[in-house]
């Protein structure tokens, strides 16, 4: 292991990388096949509620509920401290790795896992979870300048104007289409048409969502956002979309680990998976046909992209 010295530390900084991106988009797969790599270690959702806001003085009237205290209007989250929380997060978690070879992900008996949730359904006729967040075992060899990749879908992206300012970060989209059908399935909140943490850190989602009874309405409203986020905030090469991970077996990560084009692994795209009813999917494509946002466009979606779903 090498000792971190400034010599390195521009070098270590660098390879701090954020991942985001669309729930059910190929984010935990992406962190699972960079964590493979090398030299390079991927967390899924490390952090917590708490992790990300810090503590906040209670007569603070410039902290992370002031505005709701003093005024009684909704919160609005310090998107800059939060920030400084995250890098706070990466320092402490390479000291961590480094000295006692552990780290906190969700995973799935040890080990960052795409399929974390199983095709199997439970009692509530959404997928069973197969993830705990917990501590992992980190046991490959590391120099002290490692690729920490750490991934957050809603919560990265709620402050993304803010992080990409201090950290480099990737987003991870997948044909809406197929995004729409995954979140009828799942037991976390985008099946309710929620993202807990965007809400959290952008009111005005909050607001928007509160105002849309459709459940249907208001996924598609989410869609629209996160996309929106990343084609505003981030430039094309650190989009990267599901269906060309897939299709390169992973190589085209490459963007963000080198490594990753000598390495490939054999991928199977779940754009059509079994677990999406096919009378579901015509329906979802049929409104999102019909739908605007900043899906469709260049390097992105077309339309043909969801009608070819639809007609298989």
């Given at each position: ?32 096949l960079?964590?493979g ?8 959702e490390?952090?917590d ?21 003093v005024?009684?209007?909704?919160a609005e989250?310090d998107h800059?401290?939060?920030v ?19 780290a ?13 949730i ?23 060899p ?5 690729t ?5 879908n ?21 044909n ?16 309710r ?18 105002r849309m ?9 989410l ?12 430039p ?7 269906e060309?991970i ?10 963000i680990?080198p490594?990753?084009?000598?390495r490939s ?5 779940r ?14 494509g049929e ?9 469709w ?5 077309s ?10």
């Amino acid at each position: 292991m090498d000792i971190l010295t400034s010599a390195n530390l521009t070098r270590v900084l660098a390879r701090n990388i954020c991942l985001t991106g669309l729930p059910r988009a190929g984010t935990t797969l992406t962190c699972e096949l960079l964590g493979g790599l090398p030299n390079c270690v991927g967390l899924d959702e490390p952090l917590d509620r708490k992790g990300f806001i810090g503590e906040q003085p209670s007569t603070s009237r410039s902290g992370w509920l002031s505005r709701k205290r003093v005024t009684g209007q909704p919160a609005e989250p310090d998107h800059r401290r939060i920030v400084a929380n995250i890098e706070q997060f990466f320092a402490d978690t390479r000291r961590s790795i480094l000295e006692q070879r552990v780290a906190i992900s969700k995973h799935v008996d040890g080990r960052v896992f795409a399929s974390k949730i199983a095709d199997a359904t439970g009692p509530e006729g959404t997928r069973i979870r197969l993830a705990r967040r917990g501590e992992i075992s980190i046991t490959k060899p590391l120099t002290s300048d490692f690729t920490l990749v750490v991934k957050h879908n809603s919560a990265f992206a709620g402050v993304l104007d803010e992080l990409a300012k201090a950290l480099p970060v990737f987003a991870i989209v997948r044909n809406p289409l197929s995004v729409l059908a995954s979140w009828q399935t799942v037991p976390i909140p985008v099946h309710r048409g929620h993202a807990s943490l965007a809400e959290a850190f952008d009111p005005g989602l909050a607001a928007e969502l509160s105002r849309m009874p459709d459940t249907l309405d208001r996924q598609l409203h989410l869609v629209g956002w996160f996309f929106e986020r990343f084609v505003r905030v981030l430039p094309p090469q650190s989009i990267l979309r599901y269906e060309d991970i897939v299709g390169s077996d992973g190589q085209m990560l490459e963007v963000i680990q080198p490594s990753a084009a000598g390495r490939s692994v054999p991928l199977a795209s779940r754009n059509q998976a079994k677990v999406y009813h096919e009378g579901t999917m015509r329906k979802l494509g049929e409104r999102l046909l019909a739908a605007q946002g900043a899906y469709w466009g260049p390097g992105l979606y077309s339309r043909d992209d969801v009608a070819e779903l639809l007609s298989v």
